[in-house]
């Protein structure tokens, strides 16, 4: 019943920019952290950026800077808007709720490439 879709990947340009969404169900979503995590092939799963339902903001060291988390509560839904991409972005993004445990706790992914 608790569902996290991501929407948004694609192949982009080293510089170029995306913007990743991800519509939450089964939860009461305002007051609920969410997370972007991020998995490079080969590599553990690394926290991207997190918000919490007060607003509060926190960020990888690696995309400080040049990525922005926001929320949409009346939407359900969390963003990540990407800029001034990398190669070394390329991966697998997900959803994640903190407060929840298990797969359900994870949306599928979506796949952001950066090419050089």
Request: with cysteine.
């Amino acid at each position: 019943q608790v569902q996290l879709v991501e929407s948004g990947g694609g192949l982009v340009q080293a510089g170029g920019s995306l913007r990743l969404s991800c519509a939450a169900s089964g939860i009461i979503f305002s007051i609920n952290t969410l997370d972007w995590y991020r998995q490079v092939p080969g590599k553990q799963r690394e926290l991207v950026a997190s918000i919490s339902s007060r607003g509060r903001i926190n960020y990888a060291n690696s995309v400080q800077g040049r990525f922005t988390i926001s929320r949409d509560n009346t939407k359900n839904t969390v963003y990540l808007q990407m800029s001034s991409l990398k190669p070394d972005d390329t991966g697998v993004y997900y959803c994640h709720l903190p407060a929840y445990i298990g797969a359900e706790s994870w949306g599928q992914g979506t796949q952001v490439t950066v090419s050089s």
